[in-house]
């Protein structure tokens, strides 16, 4: 099993940038895709999160309308589209995938890429 995130760099405030996170060795189609942050010493929280087939999605009121998150399931992969971006959406970003099936719960994570958002 791998997860793969992609996209992350250094930006100016106000612009944008595309994660991805290209997924392998397990049915992507039947996990539920997110994003989640950590910045420096805070918490990981929820950026972001999409449903198994794409028709729901969530996000963090912080980056509501800010941020979209999508994915393609025949390519396995799940993006996060970040615009207007601001200094404290500065962290380090990880694609997580969830699945619950009789009961046992199936979770696995990326290892992350950096965005900072600096002048």
């Known amino acids: 099993v791998q997860l793969v995130e992609s996209g992350g760099g250094l930006v100016q405030p106000g612009g944008s940038l595309r994660l991805s996170c290209a997924a392998s060795?397990?049915?992507?189609?039947?996990?539920?895709m997110s994003w989640y942050r950590q910045a420096p010493g805070k918490e990981r929280e929820l950026v972001a999160s999409i449903g198994s087939a794409g028709g729901s999605t969530n996000y963090a009121d912080s980056v509501k309308g800010r941020f979209t998150i999508s994915r393609d399931n025949a390519k396995n992969t799940v993006y996060l589209q970040m615009n207007s971006l601001k200094p404290e959406d500065t962290a380090v970003y990880y694609c997580?995938?969830?699945?619950?099936?009789?009961?046992?719960?199936?979770?696995?994570w990326g290892q992350g890429t950096q965005v900072t958002v600096s002048s």
């Open positions: 060795g397990f049915t992507f189609s039947s996990y539920v």
């Open positions: 997580k995938a969830v699945s619950r099936r009789i009961g046992v719960l199936y979770e696995y």
